[in-house]
């Protein structure tokens, strides 16, 4: 079909049927820009533009028929992010980048399919994708930076695989000092013998019985909080002091270990 299609056209287009088939080809689009590219056609007379594109459409119903190693997924809209892009400064998110990832690999597919075709063969199609690059380089990098399940990789960065390995390692520390606090509340009879660590909203707990929990301690793995310093009033009337009830020093809070982020105690559970 040609664009800028006139007001004749649409009418005749409407009265052959194409616009039923325009809006069942627009609901099979997996993309919103494939449905924007099917409104865009217009009504051509144009024979060798008919034949044209009934030879693309014929060779395309082949290759879904017949080609296993045709790419039929993955073809996903990047423009809204990769547009921005272009100012500078501009930053792409981690889930924008593994859309890419996969955008790249079904395009280095699908050259690579018409590539190996031999001449001949879908020749309307392999032209038309002669053209389209697929981008080797931007796929190296981005996989230099994600795995194959789209997170990032420790070795993204030198300074992301320092914290990641010290993270590694304090959780394998509070994982052991768990570990000895379980066996030692085996121990002492504080747990059964078959009890485990636990982890609620991301906190490690020891399940006690309920007729053991007043003889559980409670530790801390943090430092304590340190008392605040009592201020005091001097009145000029007179030389005693008065200390004012709101800078009273605060009780000492009950301590207790804080695996990962912090540990908590509710019902019949000992506090780690």
Request: charged letters at 30%.
């Amino acid at each position: 079909m040609e664009k800028n299609g006139t007001l004749i056209d649409t009418r005749l287009e409407s009265k052959l049927g194409f616009d039923r088939i325009r809006t069942i080809i627009s609901n099979r689009c997996s993309t919103d820009y494939a449905t924007g590219r099917v409104a865009d056609e217009t009504f051509s007379s144009n024979p060798k533009e008919i034949l044209k594109r009934l030879s693309l459409t014929d060779e395309m119903r082949l290759i879904v028929m017949f080609e296993e190693g045709f790419p039929t997924n993955g073809y996903i809209d990047c423009l809204d992010f990769l547009r921005p892009l272009e100012q500078v400064g501009c930053t792409i998110d981690l889930l924008s980048l593994g859309k890419l990832r996969t955008l790249i690999e079904t395009v280095r597919k699908l050259t690579r399919f018409f590539a190996e075709i031999k001449d001949g063969v879908y020749p309307n199609l392999k032209r038309m994708a002669a053209p389209v690059m697929s981008f080797p380089e931007v796929q190296r990098r981005i996989n230099l930076i994600l795995d194959r399940f789209g997170d990032v990789k420790d070795s993204a960065s030198d300074k992301l695989q320092q914290i990641r390995r010290s993270l590694a390692a304090k959780e394998s520390a509070i994982s052991k000092r768990a570990n000895a606090i379980l066996k030692q509340a085996r121990m002492d009879g504080l747990v059964d013998e078959d009890a485990s660590l636990t982890v609620r909203d991301g906190k490690l707990l020891i399940p006690v019985n309920a007729s053991n929990k007043k003889k559980s301690r409670v530790l801390s793995m943090t430092p304590p909080r340190p008392e605040r310093p009592l201020l005091s009033n001097r009145s000029k009337s007179s030389n005693w002091r008065t200390r004012s009830p709101r800078c009273r020093p605060r009780k000492p809070r009950k301590s207790s270990i804080f695996l990962r982020n912090s540990a908590i105690l509710s019902g019949p559970m000992f506090r780690i």
